[in-house]
């Protein structure tokens, strides 16, 4: 079935430590995003990707970078975790401004 | 700075009722708005998305309108029924400061009971 796939499904994790979340799409989307989600905040954008090879910053892009090699992958990394970004993580992707975005099933990342 | 509601914040209703749920967004500037539906622990499903050009946009039971001009989106859900019970979110692409970020509100969650 195409999607987007996000790993690990959920994980626990020490502060300090790095973490890579995974995510690839098979539907050759042009833009790819990282969103997180928490109580009360609802979804923020952290860092998004309009096409292979470039980036850019959401508005909440401290503490997270991501790489976009190639069309599929969209990981996102957190270089030393501090418990405020325990959150749920969701990956999302979409052709062009215009069509649907779509959304993975997300990572539950708790920080100790 | 675009911002968007969603009233009411929860909604419970027995199975059956037509219902609607409701959004506003402060800035009509917009590529589209798109509604979503979230399962507990799951991820966002779309449900239709409706371009600034449109007025409405129908799947099944549902329909979607839009009024850019007063800054308002409606879903309406036909014939509610206990599986339709989920957050429902609204989203806008907002045309200014690139169309890379979905603004979304914070939901309605609906129960529905049979």
């Known amino acids: 079935i195409a999607g987007i796939t996000q790993a690990p499904t959920s994980q626990i994790l020490a502060a300090g430590r790095r973490m890579t979340l995974r995510c690839t799409q098979d539907m050759r989307h042009n833009a790819m995003y990282w969103y997180r989600q928490d109580l009360g905040l609802g979804l923020r954008l952290i860092h998004y990707?309009?096409?292979?090879?470039?980036?850019g910053k959401g508005e909440v892009p401290d503490g997270y970078s991501v790489s976009r090699a190639n069309t599929d992958d969209f990981p996102l990394t957190l270089a030393s975790a501090v418990p405020s970004q325990t959150s749920v993580y969701f990956c999302a992707s979409s052709d062009s401004p215009m069509t649907e975005a779509f959304f993975g099933q997300g990572t539950r990342l708790t920080v100790v | 700075k675009q911002e968007v509601t969603q009233i009411p914040a929860a909604l419970s209703v027995p199975e059956g009722e037509n219902l609607v749920l409701n959004c506003s967004f402060t800035?009509?500037?917009?590529?589209?708005l798109q509604w979503f539906r979230q399962d507990p622990g799951k991820g966002l499903t779309s449900l239709l998305l409706i371009q600034s050009s449109q007025r409405e946009q129908t799947s099944g039971r549902l329909n979607a309108s839009l009024d850019k001009s007063s800054g308002r989106s409606t879903l309406y859900i036909a014939a509610s029924q206990p599986g339709d019970s989920a957050t429902y979110l609204c989203?806008?692409?907002?045309?200014?400061?690139?169309?890379?970020?979905?603004?979304f509100g914070a939901g309605t969650r609906l129960a529905v009971h049979p």
């Open positions: 800035d009509s500037a917009i590529y589209n």
């Open positions: 989203a806008v692409r907002p045309l200014s400061g690139g169309y890379n970020k979905l603004i």
């Open positions: 990707s309009n096409t292979a090879g470039t980036t």
